[in-house]
């Protein structure tokens, strides 16, 4: 069982940065990836950003330039630099953890971008 614990979202206007971080009960390299799905009222769940545990990122395409996925391995944490924020990054962003059995999920923080 793995235990995610997120931290960092709220309000920014357009243009502003956010940083979320989201700690793991386990190490890193026990899972095979970790990284950060938002999703908007009405919309699916989407992929932001992932890392693995070779340290291999992976965006979504309107993600690129602005958000950074990043981790500290001494304190078992992921982090999301989000910069140039615009109003259709406004979601909730949930943590996530894949193992080859399942995946985990934090308990999701909200990050409102407003115009």
């Known amino acids: 069982q793995v235990q995610l614990v997120e931290s960092g979202g709220g309000l920014v206007q357009t243009g502003g940065s956010l940083r979320l971080s989201c700690a793991a009960s386990t190490s890193i390299f026990s899972l095979n990836a970790m990284g950060w799905y938002r999703q908007a009222p009405g919309k699916q769940r989407e992929l932001v950003a992932d890392i693995t545990s070779g340290g291999s990122t992976n965006y979504l395409d309107s993600a690129k330039g602005r958000f950074t996925v990043s981790r500290s391995i001494a304190k078992r944490t992921v982090y999301l630099q989000m910069n140039s924020l615009k109003p259709e990054d406004t979601a909730v962003y949930y943590c996530?953890?894949?193992?080859?059995?399942?995946?985990?999920w934090g308990q999701g923080t909200q990050v409102t971008v407003s115009s």
């Open positions: 996530n953890a894949r193992t080859y059995q399942r995946d985990y």
